[in-house]
């Protein structure tokens, strides 16, 4: 998708991904990560504790103008590319409660 290739083309290109949030690593990806090391804590005789959290409703919950806000300051994704972003925003809260 162009809008997506361009955007991880910009959040790359200027730093702004966080540390665990990067193109092309996968909820698998990570899954993966979290059981290798598992097993190597195991293999190692040590005890591990994981904590798991269901985030698949967060994005429902969250505060679009804030959003968008952040998109804009900390981003600086603004003109065409943010009204793009608002009328994809908009229209998913329409189907959230429609």
Known sequence: CLVSDRLIDYLTSNNL???FH???????????????????TADSGSA???????????????????MLDHLEDYL????MALSWFRSYLM???LNLFH
């Open 22 to 40: 990067r193109p092309f690593h996968s909820t698998e990806t990570a899954l993966t990560k979290v059981v290798n090391d598992l097993l190597l």
């Open 17 to 19: 991904f966080e540390p």
């Open 48 to 66: 591990s504790i994981v904590i798991l959290l269901d985030l698949s409703a967060a994005f429902d919950t969250i505060d679009r103008d804030i």
């Open 76 to 79: 600086g994704i603004c003109d």
């Open 91 to 93: 229209q998913i809260g």
